[in-house]
């Protein structure tokens, strides 16, 4: 069987055809979130209705890192290697630092407490970047039904000062992030709103002075499902979850093949030896499967 779907020809030198899809843990609820760390040979995930982070690693197998973890959904790496989590139930973002204290980077804007932050990247300045939904407060299923005090924003906390923007304010609700490899182009994923039918899709804008957005218009419309976690390959290809697998979307918006996958696919990394590994969270497993092509890295 291939779980390979082609539609251009370059796709099919991203992909190996011996390589299988495998899943590495299964038996969750919902899982999000993946982070691969090299210098400890893991990958870090969340159960967000079960209230875990999980440890997955290729010599020692499924174990818990952290329990509870106040329904933690994204996770990324800062500059340092340290962990940054967005925790719905305390509606912040938190850094673990070396010695394992937490951090709090966010958990208010303007005086009003957050909805419950999703998903984080980490710019090459240092600069922590978060999508600010209301899926934790909206049910008890990744959180606990709550008000919410803020629209659902896109804010950047400065490295030095620790100041927070929101630097994207029209969205129903912002979902993934992902930056292109030079940092030049953000994109974000819009899921909508609980309950409503709103539209979805992934939009793209031009990053200026580091933090200036401009552009935003539509650069891609999943199809089966929705975009909610994305990441970069090093030649800028867009690989997004979906509802049959992952799509691989070219720099200029054309769909070029896709992983198919059993399950919803939430969230995706790239990881392994040489970046050369795609990690898939998809509703009750993590699966995973090598690629002819490497995950971007940061910029110096």
Known sequence: MSFFEAEDKVFSTFVLGNAPLK?????????EGPVWFGDHDCLLFSDIPNNRIHRWSPT?????????????????????????????GLRRVTRTEHDGSITVIADRFEGK?????????????GAIWFSDPHYGIATDY?????????PCNVYRVDAGSGEIRAVLTDFNCPNGLCFSPDEKRLYVADTGRMFTSDPQHIR?????????????????????????????????????????????????????????????????CFGGRDRHRLFITATTSVYAVSLAIRGAARPA
């Open 113 to 125: 407490r957050l909805n419950s932050p999703n998903d984080v990247i980490v710019a090459s300045d």
């Open 204 to 268: 793209a804008f031009d990053v200026r002075a580091g933090w200036t957005l401009t552009g935003g218009d539509v650069f891609h419309v999943i199809d089966p499902g929705c975009a909610d976690g994305m990441r970069v390959d090093e030649a800028g290809n867009l690989w997004s979850s979906a509802r049959d697998g992952v799509h691989c979307i070219a720099p200029d918006g054309r769909r070029l093949g896709k992983i198919l996958v059993p399950e919803t696919v939430s969230n995706i």
């Open 142 to 150: 990744e959180g606990t039904k709550s008000a919410q005090e803020l």
């Open 23 to 31: 899943t590495l843990a299964t038996g969750f609820d919902w899982v």
């Open 60 to 88: 020692t197998g499924l174990s818990t890192f952290r329990e509870p973890s106040h329904f933690s959904n994204g996770h990324t790496r800062d500059r340092e290697g340290r962990l940054v989590s967005c925790e719905h």
